[in-house]
């Protein structure tokens, strides 16, 4: 019902990207990608379809002064032996680096000295025997990753073979008080999403300029916010920098804590949104046998972020605002307020959906699905329901054009859409779907929804088309619903992309508003079939 208004929007950029594996040691100091690594443990990654091996430890020895994590990626099927020379040779250069400085500045250079580095097979006896050194990298580190152990400088080191792991995560440089706050782009490996806890801080100081933090980062003391998937900071913490400390999991097994630092301080939001106003009416859920269905038009990037949409669609909207990543945050905060069960959503960025919709949806109770439009856009729709509520049956994704063409449903629509040859051709070459979700009622089974969710062609002189797209979407929601009268004998309720509030316990009005559905199907047949008459004779 409501589409994004890009004058209640502003800018937000994205952080830095983490990669666990590659190990870019300058990211990890910056940003403490391995942020407890316990000592004597070496982190072993492999993928099955990968023919590489990532191997990652800190080595700590006073005798050395050395403290560090080194991260090497080797080929599968390379030599154990060429491994742990490459192991031997990074740890002292890293230690020739700090003599040579601190040689130079006493007026002598320093040597490394080289570093042990073997693999032994540990016993239950705790016998140690060598592993062969012509075994290939793949062998030693994974396939006997239980039994072996590195040694380096005397000290045995345990692997670690896939643990859980933080892949990629980001916070926004645009951090506003009053909004929500979640990680962008996060992604694990050998985790489960769901189970990683996300800690919450804030700087205890305020800062003038996020350059002004910066220069101060390590001396930052950090007050405890929550431990929450999102935060939404307040008046108070305009000023502060935010931290987050993820740890992931994987059933009860735990993966190494990553912490991350927002770039920017936390500014003052836009003020009182017209949305807010409209929570005061859903400020509850619905009740146990109501349903309040939410459709919402969100503005996709590709159409807001271009010199066209800026110069031509929104003019007096500044740029700032139009920015996709500050639009999720009044986005998000719109939608929670609403306490929906159904949310259908249309102009859906595919990474819009994956990266934010469905994590911030899923932590508090809610399942979705997108389906991409047809050819090669990125953009398209999604549902999500309450999973306390609902449970899905089936969903169906129909091009339209394809099924006017194909569908016997369809033969006579398509039969005289050959008379006009630019109808005809404006009709087929549009990407519109519609998405099917059938879903029964958690509560009472005997109940179900077949729900439409659909984005009719937008050009204004298109009235013609989107009739015709309305009755090809109401047609294959209507076959939909005789399969599943006739099946399992249930009343099936139609919803076609609208907001409303429906009560399960008033069967007269259920029964009303799919009567008028089911007699509405009649006239708008006959309506098609006098519209494409219409169409022929001009």
């Keep these: 019902m409501f589409r994004l208004s890009p004058s209640l929007l502003a800018r937000c950029v994205s952080a830095i990207p983490l990669n666990t594996w590659q190990g870019n040691s300058r990211h990890l100091a910056k940003l403490n990608r391995i942020y407890n690594m316990e000592q004597r443990k070496v982190i072993v990654f492999h993928e099955e379809d990968s023919d590489s091996v990532d191997i990652s430890f800190r080595f700590v020895s006073e005798k050395r002064k050395v403290d560090r994590i080194f991260n090497l990626r080797r080929k599968k099927d390379e030599e154990l032996s060429t491994v742990l020379s490459r ?53 030693a580190f994974v396939n006997s990753a239980v039994k072996n152990a590195l040694v380096i400088d ?60 910066q220069s101060k980062l390590h001396a930052i003391k950090w007050v405890d916010l929550e431990v929450a998937y999102s935060v939404s900071p307040t008046n108070e913490d305009v000023g502060c920098l935010l931290k987050v400390v993820i740890t992931p999991y994987l059933n009860d097994r735990r993966g190494e804590d990553v912490e991350v630092i927002s770039s920017t301080l936390v500014s003052a939001g836009p003020g009182v949104c017209p949305f807010e106003h409209r929570h005061e009416h859903t400020a509850v859920l619905a009740g146990e046998k109501s349903l309040r269905v939410i459709s919402y038009n969100i503005l996709a990037d590709l159409y807001a972020d271009g010199d066209f949409a800026r110069k031509h669609l929104f003019p007096t909207c500044p740029s700032y605002a139009m920015d996709i990543d500050y639009r999720k945050q009044l986005l ?52 999500f329901y309450r999973t306390g509520k609902l449970r899905l049956l089936e969903r169906n994704r129909f091009v339209l054009s394809t099924e006017l063409q194909t569908n016997v449903l369809f033969s006579d629509m398509w039969e005289k859409l050959q008379t006009n040859e630019k109808v005809k051709e404006r009709v087929s070459e ?98 098609f079939i006098r519209l494409i008459n219409s169409l022929s004779r001009r």
């Design 154 to 213: 005397d000290n045995n080191y345990h692997l670690d073979l896939n643990p859980p792991v933080v892949k990629a995560v980001e916070l926004p440089k645009c951090v506003m008080a009053g909004y929500p706050l979640t990680v962008g782009k996060f992604k694990t490996l050998f985790a489960d999403r769901k189970n990683c806890t996300f800690r919450w801080f804030r700087s205890e100081e305020k800062f003038e300029t996020p350059k002004e933090a």
């Design 430 to 527: 549009r990407s519109t779907v519609l998405q099917v979700s059938v879903l029964e009622s958690v509560e009472d089974p005997s109940r179900i929804i077949v729900l439409g969710n659909t984005h009719l062609y937008f050009h204004p002189n298109a009235d013609h088309i989107r009739i015709l797209q309305g009755g090809i979407c109401m047609q294959l929601l209507q076959q939909i619903i005789c399969l599943y009268q006739t099946k399992v004998q249930r009343n099936v309720l139609k919803v076609l992309k609208f907001t409303i509030t429906m009560k399960w316990k008033v069967p007269v009005a259920y029964l009303r508003i799919q009567t008028i559905l089911l007699d509405s199907m009649v006239v708008w047949t006959i309506f």
């Design 332 to 383: 998000i905060k719109e939608l929670l307020g609403y306490n929906g069960d159904l949310i259908c959503m249309q102009e859906v960025d595919e990474k819009v959906f994956n990266y934010d919709l469905e994590p911030v949806l899923s932590h508090i109770g809610f399942e979705g699905h997108f389906d991409a439009k047809a050819g090669q856009v990125t953009e398209g729709l999604a549902v």
């Design 87 to 139: 192991i031997s040779t990074n740890i002292s250069k890293n230690e020739t680096k700090k003599k040579r400085k601190k040689g130079a500045s006493e007026g002598n250079e320093g040597e490394g000295v080289s570093i042990p580095v073997t693999m032994v097979e540990l016993s239950e006896s705790d016998e140690k025997r060598p592993v062969a050194l012509d075994t290939s990298c793949y062998d």
